[in-house]
């Protein structure tokens, strides 16, 4: 299993041909409070860079975007009824979404954890 | 994620330092670098004020004196910019009003009190939006009789503490402050410090807000959080604070576009002033009055857990839109979502069904009374 992370902090953990987005610990951070999030259904097209999920904090929404192209297999059902996992464990348990790698190419575009968080601290 | 203003061209507060020493997140504000949130979050910054008491730094708004040579003259040509009475305010009390403009719209919303003392007779004391510094001083400027004028105040802070054990937290340096009745104001003085105090905020609690030097701010706010039940509380519980409270933020819920009327804030027009007019845009406020405003602003609470913001459409269920969230967002207390906005008055009625559209879905939602929390303002027991 490898990780990557986008410049709009999600990250992506590819296994085999089915792909897990979350957003990371730096970005529920910056949101502070979530209190709900809005994901896609399953079966779903997503192309990289479409808004593929939202997720709000007491003060603000923001769009999580689909870090490659692929079909939402799963949205992670937990987050309707406990949005706060986000701020908790939003590198583990509180993933936004599986999907079927279309284009394992674009992987390529992403950063690697140590690029990611050299990237972090240029914020 | 980068900020559009420069931090350097930002102004700072007297208690910048301290903001930053305690963790804040800073954000520029209408020209100011103000802490949005310090490290317990906007949430538990909420429930905190609700809870026991809360610090707010609110140096960022304007403060000013009108001064003419008696009470009734300066009240009087304020009296000619809004639609309250001041000629009849009593000593060391304090009124919300509004400035408007010709048509009536507000310009602004701002706090006017009048010192306890008569020596002080000629003087009153204004607490303006800080985004709307520059507009309300040139319209002061350009409408003040010749003998009345306007005195902006440089060298003070303004710190408010909310909340059920902010006057406790308080009167344990300025005793004076328990006694103090709601919308009251008092100089007195906070371990030895001399600072003006109003008995009054914007979060529908008890709580007091506090001119002071701004040498002395930094000890004076220090002194307060050393006070276990004192936390600093930034902007983003500051703006949810006042949602649950149905107050109005002026640029969102109230702006030059809407009617005191429409804003459904007529508690500010006192019943001299509406019979009387004499204020700016009085014909279109008193028709308004009289047959009732084409819109106005509604509390609304959402069914589900989704909220909806600022821009956000009011439709009717499966039907037209009409009218436009003006601020909205998750209510902490509440424990779910809640916004204000404009509706047609025969939509306005309290428990009408409407949805609000939301990244192209509607959700269900409900007009509702505010405040959305009930308010705990400090009622002095009769004696």
Same mark, same amino acid.
């Given at each position: 299993?490898?990780?990557?992370?986008?410049?709009?902090?999600?990250?992506?953990?590819?296994?085999?041909?089915?792909?897990?987005?979350?957003?990371?610990?730096?970005?529920?951070?910056?949101?502070?409070?979530?209190?709900?999030?809005?994901?896609?259904?399953?079966?779903?097209?997503?192309?990289?860079?479409?808004?593929?999920?939202?997720?709000?904090? #007491?003060?603000?929404?923001? /769009?999580?975007? *689909?870090?490659?192209?692929?079909?939402? +297999?799963?949205?992670? @059902?937990? %987050?309707? =009824?406990?949005?706060?996992? #986000?701020?908790?464990?939003? /590198?583990?348990? *509180?993933?936004?979404?599986?999907?079927? +790698?279309?284009?394992? @190419?674009? %992987?390529? =575009?992403?950063?690697?954890?140590?690029?990611?968080?050299?990237?972090?601290?240029?914020? | 994620?980068?900020?559009?203003?420069?931090?350097?061209?930002?102004?700072?507060?007297?208690?910048?330092?301290?903001?930053?020493?305690?963790?804040?997140?800073?954000?520029?504000?209408?020209?100011?670098?103000?802490?949005?949130?310090?490290?317990?979050?906007?949430?538990?910054?909420?429930?905190?004020?609700?809870?026991?008491?809360?610090?707010?730094?609110?140096?960022?708004?304007?403060?000013?004196?009108?001064?003419?040579?008696?009470?009734?003259?300066?009240?009087?040509?304020?009296?000619?910019?809004?639609?309250?009475?001041?000629?009849?305010?009593?000593?060391?009390?304090?009124?919300?009003?509004?400035?408007?403009?010709?048509?009536?719209?507000?310009?602004?919303?701002?706090?006017?009190?009048?010192?306890?003392?008569?020596?002080?007779?000629?003087?009153?004391?204004?607490?303006?939006?800080?985004?709307?510094?520059?507009?309300?001083?040139?319209?002061?400027?350009?409408?003040?009789?010749?003998?009345?004028?306007?005195?902006?105040?440089?060298?003070?802070?303004?710190?408010?503490?909310?909340?059920?054990?902010?006057?406790?937290?308080?009167?344990?340096?300025?005793?004076?402050?328990?006694?103090?009745?709601?919308?009251?104001?008092?100089?007195?003085?906070?371990?030895?410090?001399?600072?003006?105090?109003?008995?009054?905020?914007?979060?529908?609690?008890?709580?007091?807000?506090?001119?002071?030097?701004?040498?002395?701010?930094?000890?004076?706010?220090?002194?307060?959080?050393?006070?276990?039940?004192?936390?600093?509380?930034?902007?983003?519980?500051?703006?949810?604070?006042?949602?649950?409270?149905?107050?109005?933020?002026?640029?969102?819920?109230?702006?030059?576009?809407?009617?005191?009327?429409?804003?459904?804030?007529?508690?500010?027009?006192?019943?001299?002033?509406?019979?009387?007019?004499?204020?700016?845009?009085?014909?279109?406020?008193?028709?308004?009055?009289?047959?009732?405003?084409?819109?106005?602003?509604?509390?609304?609470?959402?069914?589900?857990?989704?909220?909806?913001?600022?821009?956000?459409?009011?439709?009717?269920?499966?039907?037209?839109?009409?009218?436009?969230?003006?601020?909205?967002?998750?209510?902490?207390?509440?424990?779910?979502?809640?916004?204000?906005?404009?509706?047609?008055?025969?939509?306005?009625?309290?428990?009408?069904?409407?949805?609000?559209?939301?990244?192209?879905?509607?959700?269900?939602?409900?007009?509702?009374?505010?405040?959305?929390?009930?308010?705990?303002?400090?009622?002095?027991?009769?004696?």
């Amino acid at each position: 299993m490898t990780t990557y992370y986008s410049k709009d902090h999600e990250w992506i953990s590819v296994e085999g041909d089915i792909a897990t987005v979350g957003i990371t610990a730096y970005a529920q951070e910056q949101l502070g409070d979530v209190v709900y999030v809005e994901l896609p259904e399953a079966g779903r097209e997503l192309t990289q860079g479409d808004e593929a999920a939202v997720v709000e904090s #007491v003060k603000a929404a923001s /769009e999580v975007y *689909a870090p490659i192209d692929g079909e939402v +297999v799963e949205a992670n @059902g937990v %987050l309707a =009824d406990e949005p706060a996992k #986000v701020n908790e464990d939003p /590198e583990g348990g *509180a993933w936004f979404l599986k999907m079927k +790698v279309g284009n394992a @190419g674009q %992987l390529s =575009d992403l950063m690697d954890q140590a690029a990611y968080k050299a990237y972090v601290e240029t914020l | 994620m980068a900020d559009a203003v420069a931090e350097t061209d930002l102004k700072q507060t007297p208690l910048h330092d301290l903001h930053v020493e305690l963790g804040a997140r800073m954000v520029p504000f209408a020209g100011y670098s103000m802490p949005v949130q310090y490290k317990a979050g906007i949430m538990a910054e909420h429930l905190h004020t609700r809870a026991k008491a809360g610090l707010f730094d609110v140096s960022h708004m304007g403060q000013a004196f009108l001064v003419g040579p008696d009470h009734e003259t300066t009240a009087r040509a304020l009296e000619a910019l809004t639609p309250s009475n001041f000629v009849e305010l009593g000593h060391g009390r304090q009124r919300y009003s509004v400035l408007l403009n010709e048509e009536g719209g507000i310009i602004d919303d701002l706090m006017v009190s009048r010192s306890p003392s008569p020596e002080d007779d000629g003087k009153l004391m204004l607490v303006v939006n800080a985004a709307r510094k520059d507009v309300d001083y040139a319209h002061f400027r350009a409408h003040l009789p010749d003998n009345v004028t306007l005195q902006v105040v440089e060298d003070r802070a303004l710190i408010a503490v909310q909340g059920p054990e902010a006057v406790a937290a308080v009167a344990a340096h300025a005793p004076g402050v328990s006694d103090l009745a709601f919308m009251s104001t008092a100089s007195m003085e906070f371990d030895g410090i001399e600072c003006h105090v109003a008995r009054a905020g914007y979060t529908g609690e008890d709580g007091v807000e506090m001119s002071v030097p701004a040498g002395a701010a930094e000890a004076i706010a220090r002194a307060l959080l050393a006070d276990e039940r004192v936390e600093p509380i930034g902007l983003g519980a500051r703006d949810s604070l006042r949602l649950e409270a149905g107050l109005c933020l002026y640029g969102h819920d109230i702006d030059e576009t809407t009617t005191p009327v429409e804003g459904a804030i007529t508690f500010c027009m006192q019943k001299r002033r509406r019979e009387e007019g004499g204020f700016p845009g009085a014909e279109r406020i008193q028709s308004e009055l009289k047959d009732g405003p084409g819109r106005v602003r509604v509390g609304l609470r959402l069914e589900g857990r989704a909220p909806a913001r600022e821009g956000a459409e009011i439709a009717l269920p499966d039907g037209p839109v009409i009218g436009t969230v003006t601020s909205g967002g998750f209510a902490p207390t509440v424990g779910a979502p809640i916004a204000m906005g404009y509706v047609p008055v025969e939509h306005a009625g309290v428990g009408t069904p409407l949805e609000l559209v939301v990244r192209n879905r509607r959700l269900p939602a409900t007009v509702a009374d505010m405040p959305f929390v009930p308010n705990r303002y400090y009622r002095k027991p009769k004696s």
